[in-house]
C-alpha cells in the first residue's frame, strides 16, 4: 500500500517512474534510534534564482508539521498517506532551511520520508530529499525551524 501512496506522490510532483521501473526519488526515510515521541528534524539547502515551481512531498510515521524558513507550511496525522505541498512561494534565492516535527505518540521507531523538486524557468531541476545528512533532535530547540538556527553543533 505504501508503494502506490508512494507513486502517487511521486507523479504529483512531476516526475515518472525511468523506463526499467526504478524510483526518480532521491529520499529515504530517516529513522529514529532509539524510539522517541517527538523528533525535529533539519535540512539546509541552496536555491538558485528564478524558481518556477517547488513542490515537497512527505509522509512520517506518524504525525507531522513541515516549515520552510521558519513558516508552516503543513501538517498531517495520517501515517498513510503522502502530502504534496506547493512551497514555490516559501522558497528565497539563497539559503533556505526544511524543518520537520516528527510525532509517534507511541514513542515507537519513528520515521521521515521527504522528496522535494525546484524547478527553475530555463527548465533545470533540483531534487532533495530525506537522507543521512539532515540534522536530528530529540529536544524542541527555541527557533530550530528558522534560518538563523545554528545547528552546527
Same mark, same amino acid.
Given at each position: 500500500?505504501?508503494?502506490?501512496?508512494?507513486?502517487?506522490?511521486?507523479?504529483?510532483?512531476?516526475?515518472?517512474?525511468?523506463?526499467?521501473?526504478?524510483?526518480?526519488?532521491?529520499?529515504?526515510?530517516?529513522? $529514529? %534510534? @532509539?524510539?522517541?515521541?517527538?523528533?525535529?528534524?533539519?535540512?539546509?539547502?541552496? #536555491?538558485?534564482?528564478?524558481?518556477? *515551481? =517547488?513542490?515537497?512531498?512527505?509522509?512520517?510515521?506518524?504525525?507531522?508539521?513541515?516549515?520552510?524558513?521558519?513558516?508552516?507550511?503543513?501538517?498531517?496525522?495520517?501515517?498513510?498517506?503522502?502530502?504534496?505541498?506547493?512551497?514555490?512561494?516559501?522558497?528565497?534565492?539563497?539559503?533556505?532551511?526544511?524543518?520537520?516535527?516528527? $510525532? %509517534? @505518540?507511541?514513542?515507537?521507531?519513528?520515521?521521515?520520508?521527504?522528496?522535494?523538486? #525546484?524547478?527553475?524557468?530555463?527548465? *533545470? =531541476?533540483?531534487?532533495?530529499?530525506?537522507?543521512?545528512?539532515?540534522?536530528?533532535?530529540?529536544?524542541?530547540?527555541?527557533?530550530?525551524?528558522?534560518?538563523?538556527?545554528?545547528?552546527?553543533?
Amino acid at each position: 500500500m505504501r508503494t502506490v501512496i508512494v507513486t502517487l506522490a511521486i507523479m504529483c510532483l512531476g516526475l515518472s517512474p525511468t523506463a526499467h521501473g526504478s524510483s526518480p526519488w532521491t529520499g529515504t526515510w530517516v529513522w $529514529t %534510534d @532509539p524510539p522517541r515521541e517527538h523528533v525535529y528534524f533539519r535540512k539546509l539547502i541552496d #536555491v538558485g534564482p528564478n524558481v518556477a *515551481s =517547488a513542490k515537497l512531498a512527505i509522509t512520517a510515521d506518524n504525525i507531522y508539521t513541515v516549515f520552510v524558513s521558519g513558516t508552516e507550511v503543513g501538517a498531517n496525522d495520517d501515517w498513510t498517506s503522502v502530502e504534496v505541498y506547493d512551497i514555490s512561494d516559501r522558497l528565497k534565492p539563497g539559503k533556505n532551511v526544511i524543518a520537520v516535527k516528527a $510525532t %509517534d @505518540p507511541g514513542g515507537s521507531l519513528g520515521g521521515l520520508l521527504v522528496e522535494a523538486a #525546484v524547478v527553475y524557468e530555463d527548465g *533545470s =531541476a533540483f531534487l532533495f530529499g530525506t537522507d543521512k545528512t539532515w540534522k536530528m533532535s530529540f529536544e524542541e530547540i527555541p527557533g530550530w525551524t528558522s534560518l538563523e538556527f545554528d545547528d552546527s553543533t
